[in-house]
């Protein structure tokens, strides 16, 4: 049965058909457009709690990669054949929950598709007269939330340290290094390319940034470390991890966040720095955002605060299409997109 | 000058000469004998503040290959040409110090010779009526501290976790165990050959122990922890840490106290499983007991207390003479010693 509602500037238009990207095969190290499948499928029609959403926005992000494996992981993996996991912010179209009305802006788990329906219970409602709705899904979402309890509950840095921040442009370093430097830290971004560079440090305000494909890593990130480094703030591994660790002083700390530089290689990166833990005392903590889930209300007024008086900086990278956000987790995961990766659906 | 004075059952005897063993050159990969020199020379006289001590014990600990080294670590290299590093336990034979007297007992870290000469400050007044004077190198020494302070304060293991020991047949490795089983624990040890294995399981009471040169370490060792580990107390490294980051549960701890099996390879291990850390929530230490040092009368009172309560079991491994320290040091690089290796000079 075709579903028949209003949307703003059109009248009585019929919705009978979803556009969905299905995971179709797992990555054998990285991921190609194959590895997912576009398909129409009949829409269906919201029951008693049930709420009818239109995804305004996808959100890309680097755990992905983890989520197409079937290796173990700190969540299932994402089912082969099913719509592709994923963060999105939409309007209620239709609601059979109380709480939703339609128009009301909503973040949700639908995935990669066009529409979807969600129990009530799984959609959190979002005020986006203050911020972009789209916010909620970076600097005021899972990334921003990320960068928070990683930098204060585990790389607590003081006054006067140095923290090092990888991928320093994206959706979380960008965050993490620029409270980072509000806490009163010396911040080294690491980034890929000059562009990347010149943005950490002119528009993010770290102290310095460190291109990892200018071949000098090592020495570049030694120079813009002249009294080491106290604070790690990890969202890349492998070799940028590896060198970090020669630099690291004693009793400092590494935020183990991502290691996206290990989610798409075949082979996982073998370090060799291990050593410095021990002779340096480093402590090192893996996260994943969801253990604070309690306290995201906490983070949340904070990092509006602070985005509300302009301290913080934030930017997108918008991919028009829904059938383009193959392609453009493919370049996220390769490092090209420029701040947080959304897809306009 | 020849120095004169009273040696219990003998009489006027006249020590005119020290027997030292220096550090000859520095190890490329496995120390040799050829490392060490031992040489003859006269005897100082102490002079003012000064003791004159004839050592007793030395320890030998894992920590000295690093010391031989000239890499960057923790303190500065032990100097070439000099002797060599190490904590001794001896007897005041004459002192220019208030605070001692012939015939007291004292720790110090006079390094590898017969005797030695110290300031009173850089000696330790040792109590060695209840417990033999050797256990202040062992169990109630350095490496009982190391162990206490790494457990409780880094491991912190809940009754009915599973805790893993590596080098569990070893000075620390035996304390950190059975202190672990004390608070509650599951406690699985890895230990070197089935002598070792049923020492560890029959005499200082560990619920398993694998032994790493079976074979089968990661099947051993996943056989011994069905619910996975909940801490890591790592003595060893290498490919024995880089097994037990395999089964490490959420939220687990990795107290990295020393990684034996790195000291004496030609290059670094190549650790493959750092993922785990992510994905665990794992939180990795590194530990070197001097930063607990305001805090040892603490630990000290707690393992006196434990030991005389008959609640500590505690081996020693002694070499008999200050030639055979070499040897003694290379044994328990390779793991061939048996408990806390001492040399009684």
Redesign the interface.
């Known amino acids: 049965m075709p579903l028949t509602f209003d949307l703003p500037g059109m009248t009585d238009m019929t919705i009978t058909t979803n556009q969905q990207v299905l995971l179709a095969s797992r990555p054998q190290g990285a991921v190609t457009e194959d590895n997912f499948r576009i398909i129409e499928t009949p829409l269906g029609v919201p029951r008693d709690g049930e709420v009818l959403v239109g995804n305004e926005w996808l959100s890309l992000d680097p755990y992905m990669r983890g989520r197409m494996s079937d290796a173990?992981?700190?969540v299932p993996p994402a089912a082969l054949g099913e719509v592709m996991v994923g963060q999105t912010v939409g309007e209620v179209i239709e609601s059979r929950d109380a709480r939703f009305a339609a128009g009301d802006k909503v973040l949700s788990s639908l995935g990669w598709q066009r529409y979807g329906i969600a129990k009530g219970g799984e959609l959190t409602k979002l005020d986006a007269t203050r911020f972009p709705a789209s916010y909620y899904l970076g600097i005021l979402g899972m990334p921003g939330m990320t960068a928070w309890f990683g930098l204060t509950e585990i790389g607590r840095p003081k006054p006067g340290e140095t923290v090092v921040v990888s991928a320093a442009s994206g959706a979380v370093g960008s965050v993490a290094g620029q409270l980072a430097r509000s806490a009163g830290a010396r911040v080294v971004g690491i980034a890929g390319g000059p562009a990347k560079c010149r943005y950490v440090v002119e528009e993010l305000g770290f102290d310095a940034c460190v291109d990892h494909r200018a071949g000098r890593l090592y020495e570049d990130l030694a120079a813009a470390c002249p009294g080491g480094t106290d604070v790690d703030f990890e969202n890349v591994?492998g070799v940028v991890?590896d060198t970090v660790l020669r630099l690291m002083n004693?009793?400092s700390r590494i935020v183990?966040?991502?290691?996206i530089a290990?989610y798409s290689a075949g082979?996982?990166?073998?370090?060799?720095?291990?050593?410095?833990?021990?002779?340096?005392?480093?402590?090192?903590?893996?996260?994943?955002v969801y253990?604070w889930k309690d306290r995201y209300g906490e983070a949340l007024a904070r990092l509006q605060q602070l985005l509300g008086a302009g301290r913080l900086k934030y930017r997108e990278s918008v991919v028009e299409g829904l059938e383009n956000a193959p392609k453009a987790l493919i370049g996220l995961l390769r490092g090209e997109n420029f701040g947080k990766q959304l897809v306009k659906i």
Do not use: F, W
């Not at 082979?267 to 994943?288: D, F, H, K």
């Open positions: 173990k992981s700190y591994g991890l004693r009793h183990v966040c991502g290691l290990e082979e996982p990166y073998a370090y060799t720095r291990m050593r410095s833990v021990l002779v340096n005392r480093i402590g090192m903590q893996g996260m994943i253990d």
